[in-house]
């Protein structure tokens, strides 16, 4: 069992950053590739970025790729996503997720076992 808790969100001006933490507890870190998520109003959850344990490998998704960071810290088991150049699109609420480790990253929801409880995301002037 894996326990999530983001932290890191806020209002912030279009153009600003932001960085997302998610913290682990409850089991290995290690064992585990996570992932960002977000959800907009009215829209379904969609995938942000991820990273495999294994293999270090990230992906992104289109509309953040070249704005977004995502990192790890294993001595802290966080996971972390830096947000940079922020358009009020980006505003949604932010979910950390986490699932068994596999070398290929993981981009779909269905995929992720664990999840946090969110972090609010404003990008408004």
């Known amino acids: 069992q894996v326990q999530l808790v983001e932290s890191g969100g806020g209002l912030v001006q279009p153009g600003g950053s932001l960085r997302l933490s998610c913290a682990a507890s409850?089991?290995?870190?290690?064992?585990?590739?996570m992932g960002w998520f977000r959800q907009a109003p009215g829209k379904e959850r969609e995938f942000v970025s991820a990273?495999?344990?294994?293999?270090?490998?990230?992906a992104y998704a289109d509309s953040v790729k070249g704005r977004f960071t995502i990192s790890r810290d294993n001595a802290k088991n966080t996971v972390y996503l830096q947000m940079n150049s922020l358009k009020p699109e980006d505003t949604a609420v932010y979910y950390c997720?986490?699932?068994?480790?596999?070398?290929?990253?993981?981009?779909?929801?269905?995929?992720?076992?664990?999840w946090g409880q969110g972090t609010q995301v404003t990008v408004s002037s």
């Open positions: 997720a986490a699932r068994p480790q596999t070398r290929r990253v993981v981009t779909t929801t269905y995929e992720y076992d664990y």
């Open positions: 409850g089991s290995i870190f290690g064992n585990y590739n």
């Open positions: 990273i495999s344990w294994i293999t270090g490998s990230t």
